[in-house]
C-alpha cells in the first residue's frame, strides 16, 4: 500500500514537526465540553496519527477510544504513548474500510485528518456509508476538513477542500447540524491552514 508508506513515513518524524501536529485540539475540546457527554460513550477518531485529542480526552475520564489509522506505525507509537490506556486501534483504510466493518457502532465520530484526503469520489461515498451504518441514533459527528479556497495539499498530496454544503449532502437529512464554524490552523512552520469544522448529530 503507496499511501500507507507515505504515512509510516511521516509518523516517524518528529511529532511537534509534523505540519498538523497541535498541541492542544482546543476547537474540538471545547464543542465536545459543551456537550456534556457521558465518559462511557463509545468514540471514534478517524485517521488518529498522533494525535493530542487521544490524552485530552482520557483525562476527561473518557474509557472507549476507537483510533483508526491507515498507518499501523502511527497507531503504535499512539499505544507507546499511553501505555496503561486500553486504547482499540484499527488498522484500516476508510476509503475501502474492511477492519472497520466489523466494529460496533459509535456515539461520537470524529474526523480532522481523513476526509480530506479522499480526492476521489467512489472513496468518499464508501467513507460515508461506513460513517452512516457505524453510529447510532443520537450519535454526534465532528467534521474538521481543508476549507474551499485553502490549501491545495498536505503532507505532500493532494486534497479536497469543503464546505458546509458540502457536508450536509453527503450526510444527508438523517443528520442534524448543530453548529459550524470556520478556523484558521497555524502550523508548526507558521503557515496558516484554513478548516470548516461541522457538528452534527444523527436522528
Known amino acids: 500500500m503507496k499511501l500507507q508508506e507515505h504515512w509510516n513515513r511521516a509518523y ?26 457521558p465518559v462511557n460513550l463509545r468514540i471514534h477518531i478517524a485517521g488518529a496519527g498522533r494525535t493530542s485529542l487521544v490524552q485530552s480526552l482520557i483525562e476527561r475520564s473518557f474509557t472507549s477510544l476507537t483510533l483508526s489509522d491507515i498507518s ?18 484499527i488498522h ?25 484526503f479522499l480526492t476521489d469520489e467512489e472513496a468518499r461515498q464508501h467513507y460515508f456509508a461506513l460513517l452512516k451504518d457505524k453510529t447510532n441514533a443520537g450519535a454526534y459527528v465532528l467534521l ?3 476549507k474551499k479556497g485553502g490549501a ?7 486534497v479536497c477542500q469543503y464546505d458546509l454544503a458540502m457536508y450536509m ?23 496558516s491552514r484554513p478548516y470548516i469544522y461541522a457538528l452534527f448529530q444523527k436522528r
Not at 74 to 88: C, K, N, V
Not at 99 to 107: A, N, T, V
Not at 152 to 158: A, T, V
Open 72 to 89: 499501523n506505525d502511527a497507531l503504535a507509537l499512539l499505544q507507546d504513548g499511553h501505555p496503561d490506556f486500553p486504547l482499540s486501534l
Open 144 to 146: 474538521a476538513q481543508f
Open 12 to 37: 516517524q518524524n518528529d511529532i511537534k514537526k509534523l505540519g498538523w501536529y497541535q498541541e492542544e485540539a482546543s476547537e474540538i475540546l471545547s464543542l465536545l465540553d459543551a456537550l456534556k457527554l
Open 169 to 191: 449532502d453527503y450526510l444527508g437529512a438523517d443528520f442534524k447540524l448543530l453548529r459550524s464554524f470556520d478556523f484558521t490552523f497555524i502550523n508548526p512552520n507558521g503557515d
Open 92 to 116: 484500516d483504510d476508510l476509503s475501502a474500510p474492511q477492519k472497520m466493518l466489523s466494529q460496533e457502532p459509535f456515539d461520537l465520530w470524529i474526523d480532522r485528518a481523513v476526509l480530506h
Open 152 to 158: 491545495l495539499k498536505c503532507s505532500g498530496l493532494e
